[in-house]
C-alpha cells in the first residue's frame, strides 16, 4: 500500500476525531493497489513513496509522521499467527511470532489486541509468556505493562463458527466444541450456548494476573450482531453504573458505563467537548447509539474539521470528513433519557425495538436482506477468494480450459473437493479425495440434477431442495426453537451460465410461468435481467404480465422461513436484486483474485480471465409448491342426495376403451349422523351407516381439462361401503371395498370383493371384449367374498383387543403387481385411522380366481408397514403405489401423523420409494419417516 494512501487515511481519521488505530498488515495488497506510478493527486513523487509491507512499517511511519496522536495497536496471535508462510492448522508457533511482536511494541505500539480466541488456557498461557518476554536486543521486558486486549467472538451460529476458527486457525476446546455439536441444528440453542461460552471466558480472563493500575480491557468481534454480545455483558456485569449512582432498582440512566476522570486527555483542537458531561456522552455504548425507543435527533448541524496541530499546510477537509465528523452533542442521542434496561432490552431483541431487529436472529451472511448490519459475509473476510495463491494452487491446481474448471465443480458436487474458489467454507487443511467435502446434508437431495448442470458447463455456486413444513428439529432441513415449529424453502440455484448458452436459458425462463420461476442474471460487464425487468418490458409493450402473478417490485424474495411458537415468521434466507447485483460483482471479483494467483501471461491466467468474461451469474428460484399449486374443484355434490356429505378416499381410473377417466369414492346421505332408529340397531355405534360407493365419469381423455358427473351409485346391497378399490385381472374387472357383516353389524369393517361386468383391455396384452361399463354390478349379495376380516392382533385397536371387534378393521384395499414377477398383492389398512397403530397389511393372489377363497393368501407375520417412532411417524396407511418419471422406480404414497393424540386432523401426506425381494417378490416397504430423500427418477427438481 502506497504513502498516498495511508496519508489520505490517516488524515481522514484526524478529521474524524479517531484516535486509536489497529495497525494490522491485512492480505496481500490487490493488484489495482499495485501502481508503481504515484497518483496525479499525490503530494509525493514516486521517489518519496514508501510501501508498506508490514504492520511494523506502518507503526513507524504512523510514529514518524504524527507523533504521539494516534494510539496505535497491533495484533497478537494467541495460538500463533497463520499466513501464506505457515497456512496449515497446527504450524502456528507462538515463539517464532514473538520477535515480530517486540519489534512493532519498539518501533511505537502502544497496545496488543489479539485474534479471537476460544481456548481459556492458551490464552493465558499467551498472555504469561508475553509478560515474562525479554527481548534479545534490549534485555527489557517489554510486554511487562502493556495493555493486552483479548479478542472474543461471541457465537452467533454454528456455521459461523467452523468458518471462523478454520480461517482464523483458532482452536475450540474438546469440551466447548462438544456443547456445540450437541446443540448444532438449533440456531438459538447454539446463540444461548454460545452466550454462556463466552461469559465463562470472560470470567476466567478477568481472573487472570494483571499489572497494578493497568486496567482490563476485552475486545468483542460482533460481526454487527450485537443480542449475544448484550446478554454477555449483562451477564459478566461488565457495565458499571454512572458515577454518583448507587443501585439499579429502575436503572434510569441510559449506558454511561465509565465517567470522563477514566478517558484519556482530548487534545484542545480535536475536539469542542470538555465538560464531563460531553465526555461521559462521547462514552456511550456504541450498540445503544440511534436504538433508543425515543424520538431522536439525527444530524444537529454541519460542523468544520479542525486543524491539526504543528500543520504547516492548511488540511482541507476531504470527503469523508462531512459524512465521518464527530457527533455534535445532540447527535443521535434520544430526545429524551432511556433507560439502561431498556437499553438491555433493545439489545438483548426484546420489547417492540428490539424484535426488529431480525438480523440478529438467525445471520445469514449474503441471503440475508441487503439494508441489514449484518448483510455480507459475516465472517469478516468479505467475499474474496480466502486464502493465499499458494494455498489455492494447492486446492484448484492449475486450471487451463473450461474442462479443468467443470472437473473441480464435478468433484465438489460428489464430496471428492472441500471447496471451489465461491464457497463459504475454504479450508485449506482439509484432505483431498476423501468423500468428506463440505457440501451440506441437503445437497445429498438434489446431488444429481446439480451434477447434470454441472455437465452442461452450468457451475453451480449455491442451491436447495425445496421443502414443505418439516419440523424445526429435523436433522437436516431443521434449525430455530427445536421442536416449537416448521420450516420451509423454495427450491432456488445459483449458477454461472456460458454467455453462449444464456439467451436459450434466458427464453426458457421467460416462456415460463412467473409462479412457476423467479429468476436474475448479471454479466461481468454489470448488465442485470431478472424476471420483473422482463414484465415491465412486456406491459410497457402493452402485453401485460405473462401470469396472474404481479413481479414485487422491491425484487425481494423469501426461499427460506420458519414458523415458531409465539414468534413472528422468521425468514433468514432471502435472494433480492440489491443483494444479488452486490454479490455478482463479487462473484466476478473472486475470478480476478484466483486469475492473479498465477503468472501475468500463464495459460492458466488467460483461461480464468476467459471465463470471467464468457459466463453469465444467474439465479432461478422455483416457486412453485403443493401449496401454490392450481387447484380443480372436481365435483360438488348438490343438496339433498344420497352423495351429498362426507365424500371420502376418492380413487381416479383410465378406462381406455371408453377413453375417460372415472373417480370412484364413497359418501354419505347424512354427516355421518344416522337416524335414532338406525343407530339404535348397530352393536356399537354407527356413524357412518350410510356411506355408499359412487362413480363418476369424466368427459374426456385429459384429467384435467374435463368435466365430471355422477354417473351412478355402485350396488354395495344397500349396506355400509367405503374405501372401494377396482382391482384388475386377466379380463376381468372387480370391486374390492370395506364394509359390515351386514348392515347394521358395525364394527369390525372387513374387505370384500364381487365382480363388476366390465372386462377390460389392457395394452400389454392387447385383450379386447364387448363390455359393459364399470359401475355395474353382476355379482348377487349371495356371490360376496370376504376375502380378510380384523382378526390378528395387529388388525385390533388396541393391539391384541379380545373383548369385542370395536374399532378394528381392515379398509383402503389397493391393487399392486409386482412388474417383474406379475405376482398380484392387495395391500390394505389394518386397525384404526386416527390411531398410532393404523398399518398396512397384505393379501396375495394366489390362485386364477378373485372369487374363489382359495385363491388368496393373508400374511399373518404382522405390518409390512407400520410405525416408525424414532421419527414420530405414526399412524402410516391408506396407501397407494405409482412409479417414476422414467418408470425405474416404485413408489407408495401414503398419510400419516407425527402427533397421534390429535388423530384425523393430524394426517399428512407422504411419498416414499420402495423395492421389490428378488426371492419371494413381495414388496420391501420402508420405514416411514420424513427424508430428505432423494426426488423419483426423471422427475425435475
Not at 514508501?50 to 507523533?67: M, N, P, S, T
Not at 438459538?188 to 486496567?215: A, M, W
Not at 426461499?559 to 452486490?582: D, H, L, N, Q, Y
Amino acid at each position: 500500500m502506497t504513502q498516498s494512501i495511508i496519508d489520505e487515511a490517516l488524515e481522514e481519521c484526524r478529521s474524524a476525531g479517531i484516535r486509536n488505530i489497529l495497525a494490522l498488515r491485512g492480505d496481500p495488497p490487490r493488484e489495482e493497489y499495485k501502481d508503481p506510478v504515484a497518483d496525479s493527486s499525490s503530494k509525493h513523487t514516486p521517489a518519496e513513496e514508501e510501501e508498506f509491507v508490514w504492520a511494523v512499517d506502518l507503526v513507524k511511519y504512523i510514529r514518524r509522521k504524527h507523533g504521539d496522536y494516534f494510539c496505535v495497536g497491533v495484533a497478537g496471535y494467541p495460538e500463533g499467527h497463520a499466513d501464506e508462510s505457515h497456512p496449515e492448522a497446527g504450524k502456528q508457533n507462538v515463539e517464532r511470532d514473538l520477535p515480530y511482536l517486540a519489534e512493532k511494541m519498539k518501533a511505537g505500539a502502544d497496545f496488543i489486541m489479539t485474534q479471537l480466541t476460544y481456548d481459556a488456557d492458551a490464552y493465558s498461557r499467551y498472555e504469561k509468556r508475553l509478560r515474562e518476554y525479554v527481548d534479545e536486543g534490549s534485555k527489557a521486558e517489554i510486554f511487562k505493562t502493556i495493555p493486552i486486549i483479548p479478542g472474543l467472538m461471541p457465537i452467533q451460529s454454528y456455521q459461523i463458527v467452523r468458518r471462523i476458527t478454520k480461517l482464523s486457525h483458532a482452536k475450540i476446546p474438546e469440551d466447548i466444541s462438544a456443547r456445540i455439536e450437541a446443540v448444532k441444528n438449533d440456531d438459538e440453542q447454539v446463540k444461548q450456548v454460545g452466550v454462556d461460552i463466552i461469559s465463562e471466558l470472560v470470567d476466567k480472563i478477568r481472573d487472570l494476573p494483571q499489572p497494578t493500575d493497568l486496567p482490563r480491557g476485552l475486545h468483542f468481534y460482533t460481526l454487527n450482531l450485537e443480542k449475544s454480545v448484550a446478554y454477555i455483558l449483562e451477564r459478566c456485569g461488565l457495565l458499571p453504573l454512572p458515577q454518583g449512582q448507587d443501585s439499579p432498582p429502575t436503572s434510569d440512566d441510559s449506558d454511561v458505563a465509565i465517567d470522563g476522570t477514566d478517558m484519556p486527555a482530548q487534545p484542545a483542537t480535536t475536539s469542542t467537548q470538555s465538560t464531563d458531561k460531553s465526555q461521559r456522552q462521547f462514552r456511550r455504548r456504541a450498540s445503544s447509539n440511534n436504538a433508543q425507543p425515543h424520538n431522536r435527533v439525527i444530524v444537529d448541524r454541519t460542523k468544520s474539521p479542525p486543524v491539526p496541530e504543528n500543520s504547516e499546510d492548511t488540511i482541507q477537509a476531504p470527503s469523508l470528513a462531512t459524512r465521518h465528523s464527530v457527533a455534535d452533542p445532540g447527535s443521535g442521542v434520544p430526545a429524551s433519557k432511556a433507560t439502561r434496561s431498556q437499553n438491555l432490552l433493545i439489545s438483548e431483541g426484546q420489547g417492540s425495538l428490539g424484535r426488529e431487529a431480525t438480523w440478529d436472529d438467525f445471520p445469514n451472511g449474503r441471503w440475508g436482506p441487503s439494508d441489514s448490519p449484518a448483510f455480507g459475509e459475516i465472517d469478516g473476510y468479505g467475499p474474496s477468494l480466502k486464502v493465499g495463491p499458494i494455498t489455492a494452487r494447492k486446492l484448484w491446481g492449475y486450471p487451463k480450459s473450461k474442462e479443468d474448471i467443470t472437473t473441480l465443480f464435478r468433484r465438489h458436487v460428489n464430496n471428492d473437493l472441500h471447496s471451489v474458489p465461491w464457497s463459504d467454507d475454504v479450508d485449506a487443511d482439509a484432505p483431498s479425495n476423501t468423500g468428506e467435502g463440505a457440501l451440506r446434508a441437503e445437497t445429498e437431495v438434489i446431488k444429481k440434477e446439480l451434477s447434470a448442470l454441472i455437465e452442461k458447463d452450468y457451475w453451480t455456486l449455491a442451491s436447495q431442495p425445496a421443502v414443505d413444513g418439516v419440523r424445526s428439529d429435523h436433522p437436516v432441513f431443521g434449525w430455530g426453537p427445536k421442536g416449537e415449529g416448521f420450516v420451509f424453502q423454495k427450491a432456488f440455484v445459483e449458477f454461472f451460465c456460458p454467455r453462449d448458452a444464456w439467451p436459450a436459458v434466458k427464453q426458457k425462463l421467460i416462456d415460463a410461468s412467473e409462479e412457476d420461476f423467479s429468476w436474475m442474471a448479471v454479466d461481468h460487464n454489470g448488465t442485470f435481467e431478472s424476471t420483473d425487468t422482463v414484465s415491465d418490458s412486456r406491459k410497457a409493450n402493452g402485453r401485460g404480465a405473462s401470469s396472474k402473478r404481479t413481479p414485487g417490485t422491491s425484487g425481494v424474495n423469501a426461499v427460506t422461513w420458519g414458523v415458531f411458537r409465539g414468534k413472528e415468521i422468521a425468514t433468514p434466507t432471502i435472494i433480492e436484486a440489491e443483494s444479488f447485483r452486490a454479490w455478482a460483482d463479487e462473484a466476478y471479483s473472486i475470478w480476478a483474485e484466483w486469475r492473479r494467483c498465477f503468472p501475468r501471461g500463464s495459460e492458466e491466467e488467460k483461461c480464468l480471465e476467459r471465463c470471467r468474461q464468457d459466463v453469465v451469474l444467474v439465479n432461478v428460484v422455483g416457486q412453485s409448491d403443493w401449496n401454490s399449486a392450481e387447484v380443480k374443484l372436481v365435483f360438488q355434490a348438490p343438496e339433498n342426495t344420497s352423495y351429498t356429505y362426507d365424500s371420502w378416499a376418492p380413487e381416479v381410473h383410465y378406462f381406455e376403451q371408453y377413453q375417460k377417466w372415472y373417480f370412484i369414492y364413497t359418501a354419505d346421505v347424512d354427516p355421518d349422523h344416522p337416524s335414532p332408529t338406525q343407530d339404535m340397531l348397530c352393536d356399537y355405534t354407527c356413524p357412518a351407516v350410510n356411506h355408499r360407493m359412487f362413480v363418476l365419469e369424466g368427459s374426456g381423455p385429459d384429467i384435467w381439462e374435463s368435466e365430471y358427473t355422477m354417473k351412478a351409485e355402485l350396488n354395495t346391497y344397500d349396506q355400509f361401503a367405503i374405501d372401494g378399490t377396482y382391482f384388475q385381472h386377466a379380463d376381468k374387472l372387480y370391486h374390492i371395498y370395506s364394509c359390515w357383516y351386514t348392515n347394521q353389524t358395525s364394527w369390525p369393517a372387513m374387505l370384500t370383493a364381487y365382480w363388476i361386468l366390465a372386462p377390460f383391455r389392457r395394452a400389454e396384452t392387447k385383450l379386447t371384449c364387448v363390455v359393459s361399463d364399470p359401475w355395474t354390478v353382476s355379482s348377487p349379495l349371495s356371490d360376496r367374498l370376504i376375502i380378510s376380516k380384523p382378526d390378528q392382533p395387529w388388525e385390533k385397536t388396541p393391539y391384541g383387543r379380545t373383548i369385542n371387534d370395536r374399532l378394528s378393521s381392515n379398509e383402503a384395499p389397493q391393487q399392486l403387481t409386482n412388474p417383474n414377477t406379475n405376482q398380484t398383492f392387495v395391500i390394505y389398512s389394518a386397525a384404526r385411522s386416527d390411531n398410532r397403530n393404523y398399518c398396512l397389511g397384505l393379501i396375495e393372489l394366489v390362485g386364477d380366481d378373485p372369487m374363489d377363497i382359495n385363491s388368496w393368501n393373508k400374511n399373518t407375520a404382522g405390518c409390512v408397514f407400520y410405525e416408525n417412532p424414532a421419527e414420530e411417524a405414526y399412524g402410516v396407511g391408506h396407501a397407494s403405489f405409482t412409479q417414476s418419471p422414467d418408470g425405474s422406480e416404485w413408489w407408495i404414497v401414503y398419510h400419516g401423523m407425527e402427533d397421534y393424540i390429535e388423530g384425523w386432523t393430524a394426517r399428512t401426506i407422504r411419498t416414499q420409494q420402495f423395492t421389490w425381494d428378488e426371492t419371494t417378490g413381495w414388496p420391501v416397504f420402508p420405514r416411514p419417516g420424513y427424508g430428505p430423500y432423494v426426488v423419483p427418477s426423471g422427475q425435475e427438481s
